[in-house]
T-cell receptor, first 114, second 119 residues
Framework: AQSVTQLDSQVPVFEEAPVELRCNYS??????LFWYVQYPNQGLQLLLK??????LVKGINGFEAEFNKSQTSFHLRKPSVHISDTAEYFC????????????FGAGTRLAVHP | GAVVSQHPSWVICKSGTSVKIECRSL??????MFWYRQFPKQSLMLMAT?????????EQGVEKDKFLINHASLTLSTLTVTSAHPEDSSFYIC???????????????FGPGTRLTVT
């Protein structure tokens, strides 16, 4: 079965500290991977995506993620977070042949404290 | 480019009435639109996929007679919640994919969402 797992429902971190939000997927076919951010009462904003090529992907707001095929992971990282990074983060996967459907993880609430 | 709007941004309706939510792609032709539902502190759940000019494809467990989806043009899709009940209260988000002036083919671009409260 195809699925997406975000291992942490909440991640508290102090301002200027590094952070990693974890995402794993299960699939027998090729995948395309995305990270989105959602601020309260707003839609989703694309942070970054992996479609092909280099496994290290850089996105907006200083975020990056690395696709690890052997570990079926796509963890999101930022070396130094800001208060403004406090939001909900969703990992999403599009499975090859899946007619452009996105499967979302449960989300990780990143809370940055001063 | 690749902007998707939703209207209204929030709506309150009485139980038993119907409410329509619009999703528009402002600067590109959306060959496919998706409708999601998000309960508080939960993830997005895909409700249905619609292609312009075709009937929508509903996900398992989604009542197609209750959630009517119309995708009559390449820039507009509507979701009508018929005979709404309090349990239909949720955040409804649409997304669109097509060929925007910027961005990539088949990427989904999300609207800002519509908060529905049924009293």
């Amino acid at each position: 079965a195809q699925s997406v797992t975000q291992l942490d429902s909440q991640v508290p971190v102090f301002e200027e500290a590094p952070v990693e939000l974890r995402c794993n997927y299960s699939s027998s076919v090729s995948v395309y991977l995305f990270w989105y951010v959602q601020y309260p009462n707003q839609g989703l904003q694309l942070l970054l995506k992996y479609l092909s090529g280099s496994t290290l992907v850089k996105g907006i707001n200083g975020f990056e993620a690395e696709f690890n095929k052997s570990q079926t992971s796509f963890h999101l990282r930022k070396p130094s977070v800001h208060i403004s990074d406090t939001a909900e983060y969703f990992c999403a996967v599009r499975f090859s042949g899946g007619y452009n459907k996105l499967i979302f993880g449960a989300g990780t609430r990143l809370a940055v404290h001063p | 480019g690749a902007v998707v709007s939703q209207h209204p941004s929030w709506v309150i309706c009485k139980s038993g009435t119907s409410v329509k939510i619009e999703c528009r792609s402002l600067d590109f032709q959306a060959t496919t639109m998706f409708w999601y539902r998000q309960f508080p502190k939960q993830s997005l759940m895909l409700m249905a996929t619609s292609n312009e000019g075709s009937k929508a494809t509903y996900e398992q467990g989604v009542e197609k007679d209750k959630f009517l989806i119309n995708h009559a043009s390449l820039t507009l899709s509507t979701l009508t919640v018929t005979s709404a009940h309090p349990e239909d209260s949720s955040f409804y988000i649409c997304s669109a994919s097509g060929v925007p002036s910027s961005g990539s083919l088949n990427e989904q671009y999300f609207g800002p969402g519509t908060r529905l409260t049924v009293t």
